[in-house]
Structures are given as C-alpha cells and as structure tokens.
C-alpha cells in the first residue's frame, strides 16, 4: 500500500486524542455499526455526533444499527479517483437506506459492477482494517446463493 500524504488521507484518524466519535472506530473493530441517539429527545444521528443537531444537548448514547439496507442512489468512479484507487475505476458508490431507519448513509459498494446495480438491492454492511490498523466499512451486495 502506497504511502500516502495526510492531506490526501480520505481516512479519518480514529483515536481518542484525534476525534471525539473515536468509540464509533472502537465498535467498528468489535463487529459493531453504531451510532448516537439523543437521550432527551431520541433523535437518531448519522454521522455519530457529540453534540445534538436538534437540542444541542450532549447526553448522547451509542445504538446498534442493523447491517442490512437497500440501494436508495448509486453511481460509478469514473474520473478523479482517490490516490491509492487508480486501478479501481468503475468502482460503485451509493446512498444505503437502513432498514427500518431514516438515515441514508453514503458509502462505496463493494464487489459489485455499475451495470448490476439497481435500486432498492439489497446490501451489507462490511467492515474492514486498513494497513495501518484503522478500520472503516463500506456495504457489499450479499454473496449469491450457491447453485442449486
Ligand atoms: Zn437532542
């Protein structure tokens, strides 16, 4: 894996001293997709927050979210990719509707080709560890169902 210049890093850093959602990367390393809900007026953020859009209150808690959603809008890289991405053009990227949730989530679709690609497919959350240990997911169209 190239090197890559921190202005360039598309990553975010992770740790506690870098960002205060460094739990989010925490669940993500144990298998958990979480985010923040207001303990006063329960509203339900993505991305994790630390202070509430709605009430600018701070009690905020960490929630499970399901793994499982639904292609809402999806497109191809075509041009201008990320360093580190030049041989991936084609790659799918799209807004997951969660299942029985009302936040959209935008994220690269991993193992799927644009032209099979349609909305309303559906999608899992995967997650993944970086070369230098951090951790980000992406969603994947489920593995089909071997040959009868
Ligand atoms: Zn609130």
């Known amino acids: 894996m190239p ?3 921190s202005l360039l890093d598309f990553y975010p850093l992770e740790d506690e001293k870098s960002t205060r959602i460094s739990k989010f990367f925490d669940n993500v390393r144990q298998g958990h997709f979480t985010t923040t809900r207001c303990t006063k007026d ?3 953020h993505w991305p994790p927050r630390v202070v509430c859009p709605q009430c600018h209150g701070e009690a905020l808690e960490w929630i499970e979210l399901p793994k499982k959603g639904r292609l ?3 497109s ?3 041009l201008g990719l990320p360093m580190g991405m030049e041989g991936e053009a084609g790659a799918v ?5 969660l299942d029985g949730w009302p936040i959209k989530i ?3 679709i991993a193992n799927a080709k644009y032209e099979d690609c349609h909305i309303g497919d559906a999608v899992e959350w995967d ?3 970086l ?3 951090r951790v980000f997911f992406r969603f994947r169209k489920p593995a089909a169902p071997p040959p009868a």
């Open 127 to 129: 997650p993944y560890t």
């Open 72 to 74: 809402f809008a999806f």
């Open 76 to 78: 191809a890289l075509l």
């Open 42 to 44: 329960q509203s339900v």
């Open 106 to 108: 935008f994220s690269r």
């Open 3 to 5: 090197q890559t210049p």
């Open 93 to 97: 990227v799209g807004m997951v509707e």
């Open 131 to 133: 070369a230098d240990g």
